[in-house]
Structure formats: C-alpha cells, structure tokens
C-alpha cells in the first residue's frame, strides 16, 4: 500500500529536524558553543569591525537576541566590543583568538546544516520552498510568527 504524501512530506520534515539537532549536538561537543553561538561568532570574524545590527541583520534575527548571543560569547571570552570614532556609541566586534580556534576546530558547516542546504539551492528552488512553506504556514491553525526572527535554530 502506497503512503499518502502527507505521510512522506511528514517523514521528510523528521529527517530536516533531526540532522539540525544532531549537527548542534555535535556543534556543541565539538566546539563547547551552541550552533548559533557558533553561527555568530563565524559571522563576527568573516565581517570584522561589524556592529550588533550587522549580526542581526546576517543571523536574521532581533537586534535583542543578536546582542544575547553577543554578551555570551564575550563572557566565553570568544569575541570583544571594540568602541570606534568619535561617536563612542558605535562598538565594533571582533573574534578572539580563542575565538577563532574555536572556528577552527568546530564542525562544518559552521553557520548550520540546514542554512547551508538552503544557500546550496539554485534560486528558483529557494523561491518555491519559500512560496510553498508561506502557504504551509498559512493554513496552520497554532503557529508562533514571532518565532522568526526570535529563536535561532540551534534553540528550538
């Protein structure tokens, strides 16, 4: 007897989520940071001198939750804020050194497998994953909206 799709799509969702959590389980045994601490902190030091807003903006997440991962992975000792020009507001950030053996030694992909699987993907396919996920989410009768730009993946 043939499985109806549902039940396919509903097996392929298991196989994304679960490769995601064992990359970060790995992530974390590996490099002693959470995925997203990881994907951070590989965004810090390929854009050195790039500001919290730059981390948000490249993690596509609030300036709130990039500033959290921030202040961790400063009290890890892994990255600096650096205040830059005359306006002593603007704080630059940059890896450490033990930052960047950090980076050295964690496993690949280091901003998550699922990230890089989308960035693989040939833009049409990327556009119709989009469309079709939207109608997914459309037709949800629970679903957290918030949770887009909230929640890095390593966190759910």
Known sequence: MKKPRML??????????????????????????????????????????????????????????????????????LVTRQRQGKDQRVVALYATPQGLKVLKRAPRPLRGVLQQALSDLPARNLEDLRRELRKLIAVMRTKDLEAARATPLSDI
């Open 8 to 77: 396919e799509v509903l097996e392929q969702f298991r196989i994304v989520f679960k490769s995601i959590r064992r990359h970060y389980q790995s992530v974390e045994r590996r490099a002693g940071i959470s995925g997203a601490q990881l994907w951070a902190l590989a965004q810090i030091a390929g854009d050195p001198g790039g500001t919290v807003g730059d981390l948000a903006k490249g993690l596509a997440i609030h300036q709130s939750t990039a500033s959290n991962l921030l202040r961790r992975l400063e009290g890890l000792g």
